[in-house]
């Protein structure tokens, strides 16, 4: 399908062609920009993408989602374009000593835009994998993830974590991936079959750039100053005692990074370990710390959550970055 859309488009068949998954984080909010411990997986829904090199600068992309043909150049600053990841990434990758000078390119998403499941992540990650495989270069999964997130943070402007390039690139459907974000290190556990993982989108659209993910980044900032390291996530009790005199809403999202870090090491340890009761009582408490502590869950959510409690779930929560 993603063939016939790029020779639709194009005429010649592509050089190269990759599927990468979207992801959901089971537990582990917040926690890949304060040093903690996070556990995607990714799903069965992901970005298509085609591609073939140029060599004079130019971008087209076509996407099964929006009309037309994107035109872009390999120096264009990023504009607030669904076709902004694209470029960034075979920029990065260009800057990087790989990739082709300009590029056409076909994408096609089963993901759903702005719903918390890294359609994002998936266009760059998959953009950088194709512009590797078109030049014979052989990154890593953790290498091309870590280019990814620089083109979120420096050309798009997003101040993100590594969690979600990280899930994308290296998890598959079925596995979740214990990822410690301060050193990379991670192992793959198969998801138990005694249980079933239900994602449900509340309907309620956020754009992550918006700005809220941004202040809430710039709160930890603030916290980490107080602290005087970057590692909110792995800070020891008397460390958090010694907060006392912040803001409170700064408390808040102390306590938020920390006891959430140590419920996802928890939670690592009883999916290990099939004890999904226990799992599930942390997805519950990851919710209302993400409610109450965080503060960045929105009613219809929070409805929804209930919801899935009452009628018996063993575990809810809200995921990804939040506000939606
Ligand atoms: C978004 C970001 C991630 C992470 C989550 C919250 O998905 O891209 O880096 O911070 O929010 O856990």
Known sequence: MIKALFQNTFGPAPSVTGFTPGR?????EHTDYNGGWVLP?????GVSLAIAPRTDGRIRIRSDKFEGLAERRMDDRAADHWSDYIVGALQRARADGFGPNGADVAVMTTLPFGAGISS???VTVGTLRCARDLTDQNQSNTEIAVLARQVENDFIGMPCGIMDQMAVAISSPGQALSLDTKTLDYALIDLPETHHMAVIHSGVFRQLNEGRYKIRKEECDAVKAALGHDDLCL???AEFEGLS???A??????RHALSEHRRTVLATAALKAKRMTEFGGLMN?????MRDDFEITVPAVDALVADAQRF???????????FG
């Open 41 to 45: 997986t990714a799903l069965t829904l």
């Open 312 to 322: 018996g779930a063993t575990g809810a929560r809200m995921t990804g970055g939040g």
């Open 120 to 122: 994002s992540a998936a």
């Open 24 to 28: 959901v984080n089971l537990i582990g």
């Open 249 to 254: 809403s700064l408390i808040r999202r102390a």
């Open 245 to 247: 005199t912040l803001d």
């Open 235 to 237: 800070m020891s009790d």
């Open 285 to 289: 408490d990851s919710h209302a710390s």
